[in-house]
T-cell receptor
Framework: NAGVMQNPRHLVRRRGQEARLRCSPMKGHSHVYWYRQLPEEGLKFMVYLQKENIIDESGMPKERFSAEFPKEGPSILRIQQVVRGDSAAYFC????????????FGPGTRLTVL | GENVEQHPSTLSVQEGDSAVIKCTYSDSASNYFPWYKQELGKGPQLIIDIRSNVGEKKDQRIAVTLNKTAKHFSLHITETQPEDSAVYFCAASTYYQFYFGTGTSLTVIP
């Protein structure tokens, strides 16, 4: 009964490097959502994906951030040329196709940019 | 867009006492209100939720109330235990996009 899986759990990058965060949804879930949590704040929506489709990326910064959910394999959130302000916890959630408001969250990836 | 405010930001109670956390929202179209518990180093875990066609929902020691007219909803935890210590988040949504409050750090003192 595996839940939402994310890896790595902790990621350290230097400024200017790339960060790749992976998310495997729960079995039977084909919808994935990424949220960002800055220190002492609530989670903020970034992007909603279905297999091979980006449904809504309105919460994603216009530059340096991208997300994908390929036909095979995990969803990936990619941050290019990271800056210190990207340091945060990134959470992935998944839902079944018919209940997009029933989102189950993974344990998160804590990104630290040095 | 939706704006969710949550109070208090920190809450300390004695074991066995009740804890109440309150949230307000701005978008009258929001119709789903989940509450999440987040323990240190872990992801948010859904503990209870309520939809806009219901005024109150209870699950053992946890209850949530919703006042659509006033646009506020509350989490009530009775007979608190040390393992209830965590950060609690409320959220509001109309569809897939959740708007979260800023969290309440609850400490239950044994």
């Amino acid at each position: 009964n595996a839940g939402v899986m994310q890896n790595p759990r902790h990621l350290v990058r230097r400024r200017g490097q790339e960060a790749r965060l992976r998310c495997s949804p729960m079995k039977g879930h084909s919808h994935v959502y990424w949220y960002r949590q800055l220190p002492e704040e609530g989670l903020k929506f970034m992007v909603y994906l279905q297999k091979e489709n980006i449904i809504d990326e309105s919460g994603m910064p216009k530059e340096r951030f991208s997300a994908e959910f390929p036909k095979e394999g995990p969803s990936i959130l990619r941050i290019q040329q990271v800056v210190r302000g990207d340091s945060a916890a990134y959470f992935c959630a998944s839902s079944p196709p018919v209940r997009v408001d029933e989102q189950f969250f993974g344990p998160g990836t804590r990104l630290t940019v040095l | 867009g939706e704006n969710v405010e949550q109070h208090p930001s920190t809450l300390s109670v004695q074991e066995g006492d009740s804890a109440v956390i309150k949230c307000t929202y701005s978008d009258s179209a929001s119709n789903y209100f989940p509450w999440y518990k987040q323990e240190l180093g872990k992801g948010p875990q859904l503990i209870i939720d309520i939809r806009s066609n219901v005024g109150e929902k209870k699950d053992q020691r946890i209850a949530v109330t919703l006042n659509k007219t006033a646009k506020h909803f509350s989490l009530h935890i009775t007979e608190t235990q040390p393992e209830d210590s965590a950060v609690y988040f409320c959220a509001a949504s109309t569809y897939y996009q959740f708007y979260f409050g800023t969290g309440t750090s609850l400490t239950v003192i044994p």
